[in-house]
């Protein structure tokens, strides 16, 4: 086997992540790296977690990511609260509840479970009153599922759960940095981001937060490695009450004093990751966080016009809808894999399939980030309606782009968008 | 706070990692992203895995990158084969075998630990004495031990562990690429290296290797995720006799099946950075092994003696000495910190401290990968000399970078380098 040079095809990438990185965002990975310690990156981290702070609403102390994809970052803030035997509920409205479920029963925790049909979101009243009945250490949800395109109303719950003093940890990977998110306003206290969605960096860090309720925990668990400790350090730990966290990589207590100032040795910082992570997030506060909130559900609308005038039906309630995740039900009788790999091999435009049970039952295009733009949308379009038509779906012909280019002759005005 | 364009002073790194990324590495991360399950990405992932096959020198099916920096990678092995209760041998000689102590401890292993004085190795026939004695299920140690600069020798004790039927698991981070290593003749049954030192790619992903005796392990302890798992999945997991592993994202059962031909989504590539080690593997594939081994041992001999022609001493065992780390004494009366301040700052040279024991006495200069040049070892020998004059050390002067010319003026042939 000969290895060539690095030539990949061009996409036009419509899948709810990873989706197309911002050109900056390429350029900055190429910038020459800087050792771990040096002033001038220290500098750099700490920039990151200002930024991070801004974006996710957010006064906490901590804000920085974990190097990993972003179940990394999920695992990170459970394994790090969660002790053997302490209770969990997870309210579950599609496959990425399941997975908060698994990493908390792999360490140890009594997970509680409520579900709801996938495609539908909680009444928030549902969710706390079970939350009253299991009295759980910890409520852990999502908040953009994009295995369904559904989006569920946190600020409720986050309030009870702050009253009960039970701690509210939230998945919002899909979701950062495409729709508003509001860490404080709505008493979350640990939040998970994820790069390779609406922020338009590549997958591989993960962006997290949590405040001092969450600090509290982590620091009663906190160990500090053989080999760099110090006398003061092993002393305290004598008094440590509390198991020590299982992981030793995604253990918040390292990862504390290795961002915080004691800028204690744990791993070697992803260098080229942060870079990117960081013009990331420039270009979303440049942007403006409610005129890309805006813009992201403007090009949605577009979307979503041209799917409805081509005669497709959407999935999943309207109500509830993740404006960055746009599912369609598969026509009868249409190989829903069949059309994707036309989509891909003939026009270059990747669209997703979905999981479990909807596995060949909805398409979902992502609308998210840099991906997130009018030329995506118009030839997304007209890429699926060509395919479509090749494959004798009983669609309308002629009228899909025309809906669309009707929404885009509106006059958008940034952050005052008609609805 | 304003967030201005991305700006980096240039460093010279010539620390035991993360050391200067060889520019088509940076260059191939600006490359557009792929989906991730698009066809063209994962021939990208099968390339990478084959390439790694040829760097560690092994025919194991198994050889991916963890997404994550190093010890992601070195906890990945380790808890996906430790279940509580297994016992497992450490020698330790340096900070790294406390590392490996660590992570086996949080995962439940009883842990048993040799060690010997920092700066020197084991006499293999000691470790395996030791290993006939606990007989443990794991021995896990360090192969290039960056906080001393000693390299331990691994084949007997690998031939030792096998006819045992014992597994052994080595970090190779900070030799792999720099140095030779044979994970097949050595009877290395599970392998860790490290991106950020020799390969000359950034620090974000770490690549495993591992044979079918710890995939036999790890494959009874095999769990799908809900939500992606099917009837059958779930049948054969009611025979599961072993515990699940704790960890979700760093269970290997699970990456496996990301990396092999089932391509079950588990988390999402961490596209760019394989992009980078997959031209960083191609740049070391394209030198060659014996090549660039031979390559990293001519600069060491260049910069030993620079370092002896001014006078200094080395620290450690030089018979163990790896061939990529140069341990040097802190002069006595020499403030270590103040020496290396002024090297970055007034030279953009960075040179390493070290940890624990170490820290304050020694100084460590890397020769990895793409920072491992001439001119490299030129300038951080001229720099360190002014500065170390600054400081009034009792150094001689004016002959060190005369030595290092002279072993640079004899005539070099890769693949054979008087010695």
Not at 10 to 38: C, H, K, N, W, Y
Not at 83 to 95: A, S, W
């Amino acid at each position: 086997m000969t290895f060539t040079e690095l030539n990949t095809p061009q996409r036009t990438i419509m899948t709810p992540g990873p989706v197309e990185v911002d050109p900056r965002v390429l350029r900055a990975m190429s910038t020459p790296i800087l050792g771990q310690f040096d002033p001038a990156f220290t500098k750099i981290m700490n920039e990151v977690m200002e930024m991070l702070r801004q974006v996710f609403k957010t006064s906490n102390k901590w804000a920085f990511p974990v190097d990993g994809t972003s179940r990394s970052g999920i695992e990170a803030l459970l394994c790090s609260v969660i002790e053997p035997g302490d209770k969990v509920l997870v309210p579950i409205f599609g496959r990425f509840g399941h997975l908060l479920t698994e990493i908390c029963e792999r360490y140890g925790a009594e997970v509680h479970t409520i579900e709801c049909p996938w495609g539908e979101v909680f009444d928030q009243e549902v969710v706390i009153e079970e939350i009253k009945k299991i009295q759980p250490k910890v409520t852990a949800m999502v908040h953009g599922e994009t295995s369904t395109g559904c989006m569920q109303p946190l600020e409720l719950i986050g309030a009870a759960c702050r009253e009960m003093d039970i701690l509210f940890i939230v998945d919002a990977v899909a979701s950062i940095g495409g729709v508003d998110i509001r860490v404080d306003d709505w008493f979350i206290d640990g939040l998970i981001g994820g790069t390779q969605k609406c922020l338009s960096v590549p997958s591989g860090m993960s962006p997290i937060t949590y405040n001092h309720r969450i600090e509290r925990v982590i620091s009663a668990r906190k160990k500090v490695e053989r080999g760099i400790s110090t006398e003061e350090d092993r002393k305290s730990e004598l008094d440590m009450r509390h198991p020590m966290v299982k992981s030793n990589y995604l253990d918040l207590s390292m990862l504390q004093d290795y961002w915080g100032p004691r800028r204690l040795n744990h791993h070697t910082e992803a260098t080229s990751m942060l870079y990117a992570l960081r013009e990331g997030l420039r270009i979303v506060l440049q942007e403006g966080l409610e005129e890309r909130f805006d813009r992201h559900a403007y090009h949605e609308r577009a979307l979503i016009a041209g799917i409805e005038a081509m005669g497709l039906d959407l999935y999943g309630e309207r109500s509830s809808k993740l404006t960055t995740v746009t599912c369609i039900k598969v026509p009868q009788g249409i190989d829903p894999e069949a059309v994707r790999g036309m989509l891909l091999d003939e026009f270059g435009v990747e669209i997703a399939k979905s999981f479990g049970p909807l596995e060949g039952k909805i398409w979902r295009i992502g609308t998210m980030g840099y991906s997130c733009r009018k030329e995506n949308i118009l030839y997304t379009l007209s890429a699926l309606e060509a395919v479509l038509i090749r494959h004798n779906a009983p669609i309308k012909i002629g009228q899909s782009l025309q809906a669309t280019l009707d929404v885009y002759s509106e006059k958008y005005t940034p952050n005052k968008v008609t609805s």
